[in-house]
């Protein structure tokens, strides 16, 4: 860990429901209408652990979509 860095905390991606998207699974899945969908979804820093320290915080997500 870096000096000065936040610990205890990743990122999370919510959903339009505002519902945290389970990561590696495949798992949120979204209705779509006929013609045009936007698919919203937000990042936001999250606990990861019990204990979280204050500090900076520097990230990067891979965020792949699959349309079937």
Request: net charge negative.
């Amino acid at each position: 860990t870096e000096a000065g860095a936040a610990t205890g905390v990743g990122i999370g991606i919510y959903d339009n429901a505002n519902k945290l998207v389970e990561m590696n699974t495949g798992k949120s899945t979204t209705t779509l209408a006929a013609g045009q969908t936007v698919l919203y979804y937000t990042a936001n820093y999250v606990a990861t652990k019990d204990t979280v320290t204050t500090g900076y915080g520097n990230a990067e997500v891979d965020f792949n979509l699959s349309y079937e």
